[in-house]
């Protein structure tokens, strides 16, 4: 079977969300197993897809020659599922799924039925499903994905340096590596961070602020009511050695999320032996083992405060060092990104194998 495999992703690959970031290290890594990845960046909106995003999927999945492995992530197709059908017995589609788009936060109700029932059309029009945990793909159950047709791949970590917190006798830092949307919860953040104000520390938020800026605004606003600006900074999109330097200087990593299809971050902070506060939502407790950190019910600013009391209380420096360690030894067993494109590549040819035309 050729090693080809035509990549259709909505905008361009470089974003910095865990979902794009997941892309390129796929693309990146079966071209270094030697596969020939064309890339098709559409240009439009999506998931809820207008005309132009419509059209440039429809006209991408054209261009694209009879009996090809084709790849698509979900945020493309999955509000649009027309171009899916159109070209499903032309083409071996495999869709990737980060998690349901019907499980974003602030959707409507009316929102929320009308994208579960345009992904599932277009899952329906694919010869296979990639997830990246084993949440995910349970939940594809409802949307009448059969298990056989669906692989898991988990996203790489790669080994890093341990976090070595602020220097002797400044507060712990809370770090959270997030953009600023609603699933995860930022305004929830703030809202427990209020109730430990008593508490030494401070929290760096590092996350665009673009992607939704109404609500970035509610929590730049919610920041300076509780009067909580100068301990709480909001730095923007970081990457590279300045993200780098904000896990090494942390102390403990903070996701207030209401859903996670993995958690990037999370799995990021334990690589650097970062104990973890977060909550219980998607496949957060799959991710994040019970003796690393704390995780408690989504949308509850007390009960996430209760955990960053343990954390940062008397007690807390204990606490967060028994963490750190499991942390460390979870993390070291994770796979890398090359384990992860090694297996990404095993999943595109078990669910192509069988429909080669």
């Known amino acids: 079977m050729s090693n080809q495999l035509d990549f259709v992703v909505p905008g361009p690959l470089e974003q910095l969300t865990g979902g794009y970031v997941y892309d390129a290290h796929m693309v990146g890594g079966l071209r270094d ?111 009448g994905v059969p298990a056989g047709r669906v692989r898991v791949v988990i996203p790489g970590t790669e080994p890093a340096s341990p976090a070595h917190g602020p220097p002797d006798g400044h507060p712990p830092v809370l770090l959270c590596v997030a953009s600023l949307t609603p699933r995860k919860g930022h305004d929830l953040l703030v809202a427990a961070l209020a109730q430990v104000r008593d508490l030494r520390w401070t929290c760096v938020c590092a996350g665009s602020p673009d992607r939704d800026p109404a609500h970035a605004d509610v929590v730049r606003r919610m920041v300076a009511e509780a009067g909580l600006s100068d301990r709480v900074r909001l730095v923007g999109e970081r990457e590279g050695e300045a993200l780098e330097a904000l896990y090494r200087g942390a102390s403990l990593f903070v996701l207030a999320s209401h859903h996670e299809g993995y958690g990037m971050a999370l799995a990021d902070a334990l690589a650097r032996g970062l104990p973890v506060v977060s909550t219980t939502a998607g496949a957060i407790p799959f991710t994040v083992p019970a003796d690393t950190g704390l995780l408690v019910a989504p949308g509850d600013p007390t009960a996430f405060a209760g955990a960053l009391r343990t954390m940062l209380g008397p007690s ?42």
């Open 33 to 143: 197993l030697g596969w020939t990845v064309r890339v098709h960046n559409l240009e439009g909106r999506f998931p809820d897809v207008d005309a132009v995003g419509r059209r440039a999927l429809a006209e991408g999945l054209a261009s694209i020659p009879d009996d090809a492995r084709v790849l698509v992530d979900g945020l493309a197709m999955g509000g649009s599922p027309e171009p899916v059908e159109a070209h499903a017995r032309r083409l071996r589609l495999i869709a990737l799924v980060h998690h349901p788009l019907a499980d974003e936060t602030g959707l409507s109700g009316a929102d929320r039925l009308r994208l579960a029932a345009t992904e599932r059309r277009a899952l329906a029009g694919c010869v296979g499903v990639v997830v990246s945990s084993a949440f995910t793909a349970r939940a594809l159950a409802a949307y």
């Open 316 to 357: 807390g420096a204990a606490a967060r060092a028994r963490c750190s360690e499991a942390a460390r030894r979870y993390a070291a067993a994770l796979p890398t990104w090359a384990d992860s494109a090694r297996a990404f590549a095993a999943a595109i040819d078990e669910l192509t194998a069988e429909v080669a035309r």
